[in-house]
Nanobody
Framework: QVQLVESGGGLVQTGGSLRLSCAASGSIFFINAMGWYRQAPGKQRELVADITSGGSTNYDDSVKGRFTISRDNAKNTVYLQMNSLKPEDTAVYYC??????????????WGQGTQVTVSS
């Protein structure tokens, strides 16, 4: 089994910053991509940012220049530094990981979600 545990969400004022962390543990042979999605009330889950094992990153246009994704492969951990937060960033943020448990098996795993609320 693979578990993803998130931390770092909370309440912040407009213009503030938060840093999310997500640590993967369990039966892990290798982790390909890791990333963050978010889901606001009444909306579909959307990709915020992801990062490959080699460090290549991808961002949604709405967060470019404000959010930075990074990862520590030795710790199987991905981070999301969120600066200049806006009320529209309010959502539940979910971590995900594309994990190889063995050379032959691969699956997507999700964290439980962490609430980020930006007050105006």
């Amino acid at each position: 089994q693979v578990q993803l545990v998130e931390s770092g969400g909370g309440l912040v004022q407009t213009g503030g910053s938060l840093r999310l962390s997500c640590a993967a543990s369990g039966s892990i042979f290798f982790i390909n991509a890791m990333g963050w999605y978010r889901q606001a009330p009444g909306k579909q889950r959307e990709l915020v940012a992801d990062i490959t094992s080699g460090g290549s990153t991808n961002y949604d246009d709405s967060v470019k220049g404000r959010f930075t994704i990074s990862r520590d492969n030795a710790k199987n951990t991905v981070y999301l530094q969120m600066n200049s937060l806006k009320p529209e960033d309010t959502a539940v943020y979910y971590c995900y990981a594309d994990v190889r448990r063995t050379i032959w098996s691969r699956g997507d795993y999700w964290g439980q979600g962490t609430q980020v609320t930006v007050s105006s």
